[in-house]
Nanobody, 124 residues
């Protein structure tokens, strides 16, 4: 599965932004999907994950209540709706998937396919 993330940009604090992850393979619906984010010089951190059907979701505490992860298997696309954005949400956002990433895994090492990342900048 090849992934391509898009939709990042510049937004003011308190605003909203959506990022997207398009997959190139029909097996997209076979795996969980996740979003991670990374600030230069820091580890890549888990943001959210969604299971194959889209019913079960998992969020990092820092984004609970503000971010929503969804997926459309027919369109082979995953989404991350971000609202009430804060400057500390600024990062490169990566989508990820893979056969080992079961049970809404938060460990980035379990994800074998990654998108190229999309930059989100939240100004104060």
């Amino acid at each position: 599965v090849q992934l391509q993330a898009s939709g990042g940009g510049l937004v003011q604090a308190g605003g909203s932004l959506n990022v997207f992850c398009s997959a190139s393979s029909l097996i997209f619906s076979s795996y969980s999907m996740a979003w991670f984010r990374q600030v230069p010089g820091k580890e890549r951190d888990f943001v959210a994950a969604i299971n194959r059907s889209g019913v079960r979701k998992n969020y990092a505490d820092s984004v609970k209540g503000r971010f929503i992860i969804t997926r459309d298997n027919a369109k082979q696309t995953a989404y991350l709706q971000m609202s009430s954005l804060k400057p500390e949400d600024s990062a490169v956002y990566y989508c990820a998937t893979g056969p080992r990433a079961t049970h809404l895994a938060t460990n980035k090492d379990l994800y074998s396919q990654w998108g190229q990342g999309t930059l989100v900048t939240v100004s104060s």
